[in-house]
């Protein structure tokens, strides 16, 4: 009695086995190749480049994002001050080595300032601080046609509210602004460019390659 019960109960399982691997067999033949390893994310940068062109996904909020994630983005000052310091300078040779990678984006510099002084003071203070920051990416290597016109907010968003003096509220910050061109489809175009090269060079490998063309040959050696 029992051996028939474990007869019965494995060709139950076997018969169970071969109609789910009959079944897949028999669906591979209705879906795309591929389709069992998909996890959910087949298909999400044809989204992202149809998001882009049809204007659902702003192509410049998002390289703004992914500049803000990669580099310091904000520059600060000393008290009524728009000289750079070491780590100002620093940032700001961080943001060229990033703009020189994408010369098809152009880029603004914000300033601004505490809360102690005249609002024109502060005004003037804050527009001194960003061509300040411009002038540095330009000695950086970056063009200044792809730096817009420096907009100073003075005084009015500060990070801390408080009429003392506050180093975070005196500061720069650079932001992505648009493209070089202003037509959109070549700005559409140039987004693609810039997706594109970087898919390229993440799939390149780092070289370690030695030059040795230059090097003298000693003849005793």
Not at 47 to 62: A, K, R
Not at 91 to 119: C, N, W
Request: hydrophobic content about 40%; overall charge negative; charged content about 25%.
């Amino acid at each position: 009695m029992r051996l028939t019960v474990k007869l019965t109960l494995a060709g139950s399982a076997l018969l169970a086995f071969a109609a789910c691997t009959d079944q897949k067999a028999f669906s591979s033949w209705y879906q795309e190749a591929g389709g069992y390893v998909d996890d959910g994310t087949f298909g999400n940068s044809t989204m992202n480049n149809t998001l882009v062109q049809t204007g659902q996904l702003s192509y410049v909020i998002d390289l703004n994002e992914r500049f803000a994630a990669e580099v310091p983005t904000t520059v600060n000052f000393e008290f009524n001050s728009a000289i750079l310091d070491g780590a100002a300078r620093d940032a700001i040779r961080k943001q060229a080595r990033y703009m020189a990678q994408f010369p098809e984006v152009r880029f603004r510099v914000y300033g601004h300032t505490d809360l102690v002084g005249s609002d024109a003071y502060n005004k003037s203070l804050g527009l001194r601080r960003a061509k300040a920051v411009v002038a540095e990416l330009a000695r950086n290597g970056i063009s200044r046609a792809r730096l817009e016109a420096m907009v100073s907010y003075g005084e009015t968003q500060p990070l801390i509210v408080t009429q003392d003096p506050e180093r975070k509220n005196r500061r720069t910050v650079t932001e992505v602004s648009g493209f070089v061109e202003t037509a959109k489809l070549v700005m559409d175009s140039r987004y693609a460019e810039i997706i594109h090269r970087e898919y390229i060079e993440s799939a390149t490998a780092p070289s370690e390659l030695v030059d040795f063309g230059a090097r003298e040959i000693d003849p005793g050696q």
